[in-house]
């Protein structure tokens, strides 16, 4: 229990391990714990920031399918429209062309009947100049009785 | 495990004998090889057991922490860093908490002083003969020494010169910082101005001398409580743990039950060194605080 020179020994030992503790050991310590409470914290930032942006993200998305859903309705209802006009326009084609089929049909009988006619006139105008002929027992002028002829062609 | 030669007065003065270096009255150098020898050496000696210690413990944890504050970084801590970082962590928060000034210096200091303390304390979980024991060995088996004159004190803390010489230290630090912070006049009217202070000039007068006296008191007790608190702890856990050492002396079934006694004294202990490292600190902590502060009064 002597007081002795250790006394100032371990005062000069306490200073010196201070220091090396303050220049050495503390500074890069601490520096670790702050730099790594900053990482933390920007981390958490981060995650914030992101799941905030995610939730943008997922309104965005159901708005674009909401647009979609919508733009894919109208389309539908322009094919369907357009459809029944299609159908409208081919039913029309189909009576127009079906009209003018039957135009012609009548315009083609209506011609066979006259050629029919004309060759039946001719027919009898020459049976009615053979029968004349022969009723008459002469030949009859043809040309000189063309008018008349052609009259009684035109008669029957 | 005192020796038959050995009376118990004997084995407990002989472990409360530091192993000590010094000036013997014919005038040559060399080590005590008694009480008295070192009592009659005076100031001029040195206890080589305290220094060693205190010396190695601290040197020890100083490079341990530098191998880990050199490596130390940012990324997911591992083994070592993370047990480092959690100390210095708690130290930050306590100096944070206690010491309003700005001084860079005070945490790190807090640092030292928390784990040195704690390690010069944990000597005293360690069996009380051991380490003696070797050195007594070494001391008569190498230098030819007698072995009843090797003295060895393992626990630096239970050496006076060693909590003295801290609390003096941090005593230097507060009354430097003291100047520094308030300047001498601020620091004497500190000293001087209260507790007792009057308006009236001449009653002023008479109260600065009761108010120094009172102040200088208190500020004299800050280390001689600071060292006494820590040297008086494990003064008395040193103690028994030689008292309960003495029982192995008494036969085998005192040995057991002394066995059983140490076990539990060195359970309780480990609460008590590191209760005093951690008090030995935070008053540092507080007193550095004190010296911080101007003009509160």
């Not at chain 1, 250790?6 to 005062?11: A, H, V, Y």
């Not at chain 2, 790190?108 to 928390?114: C, E, K, V, Y």
């Not at chain 2, 494990?234 to 103690?239: C, D, H, I, K, N």
Request: proline share 3%.
């Amino acid at each position: 229990m002597n007081i002795n020179l250790t006394l100032i020994g371990q005062s000069i030992t306490f200073f010196v391990f201070v220091w090396f503790c303050y220049k050495f050991i503390w500074p890069p310590l601490i520096h670790a714990l702050e730099e790594r409470k900053k990482k933390i914290a920007d981390g958490l930032a981060a995650a914030e920031h992101g799941k905030h942006e995610q939730e943008l993200a997922e309104e965005r998305a159901k708005e674009i399918l909401r647009e979609a859903k919508n733009q894919a309705g109208e389309i539908i209802i322009r094919a369907e429209k357009r459809a029944a006009e299609v159908v409208d326009e081919a039913k029309e084609d189909a009576r127009a062309e079906g009209d003018r089929l039957l135009t012609a049909a009548r315009a083609e009988i209506d011609q066979e009947v006259n050629r029919a006619k004309e060759e039946l006139r001719g027919k009898v105008v020459s049976i009615a100049v053979a029968g004349a002929g022969k009723v008459l027992e002469r030949e009859v002028d043809e040309s000189a009785h063309a008018e008349l002829l052609n009259k009684l062609a035109a008669e029957i | 495990m005192a020796s038959e030669s050995l009376t118990a007065s004997d084995y407990i003065k002989h472990h409360l004998t530091n192993l000590t270096f010094g000036q013997h009255p014919d005038g040559h150098w060399g080590l005590a090889h008694s009480a008295e020898e070192a009592s009659a050496m005076g100031f001029w000696a040195i206890h080589v057991d305290t220094m060693f210690w205190s010396i190695a413990l601290g040197a020890l944890f100083l490079l341990l922490l530098r191998r880990v504050a050199r490596k130390a970084s940012a990324d997911t801590p591992v083994g070592m860093q993370n047990f480092v970082e959690w100390i210095v962590d708690f130290v930050n928060g306590i100096v944070k908490g206690g010491f309003t000034g700005h001084n860079p210096m005070v945490a790190p200091m807090a640092l030292t002083i928390f784990i040195w303390v704690f390690l010069i304390n944990f000597m005293d979980l360690i069996p009380v003969d051991w380490l003696p024991q070797v050195v007594t060995m070494l001391g008569s088996g190498l230098f030819g020494m007698d072995p009843h004159h090797v003295y060895f004190r393992v626990v630096p803390s239970t050496d006076p010169n060693a909590t003295f010489g801290m609390s003096l230290a941090v005593f230097a630090l507060m009354i430097y910082y003291s100047f520094k912070i308030k300047g001498v006049g601020g620091f004497a009217a500190e000293l001087t101005l209260h507790p007792f202070s009057s308006n009236n000039k001449l009653l002023q007068l008479v109260f600065i001398p009761i108010n120094f006296l009172l102040e200088f008191v208190s500020l004299l007790a800050k280390p001689l409580s600071l060292s006494l608190r820590l040297y008086g702890n494990m003064f008395a856990g040193e103690m028994i743990f030689i008292l309960i050492a003495l029982m192995y002396g008494g036969g085998w079934i005192l040995g057991i039950f002394g066995g059983f006694l140490q076990l539990g004294w060195a359970i309780f202990h480990v609460l008590i060194i590191t209760l005093q490292a951690f008090i030995f600190m935070v008053l540092t902590v507080v007193y550095m605080d004190l010296a911080y502060q101007v003009g509160e009064h």
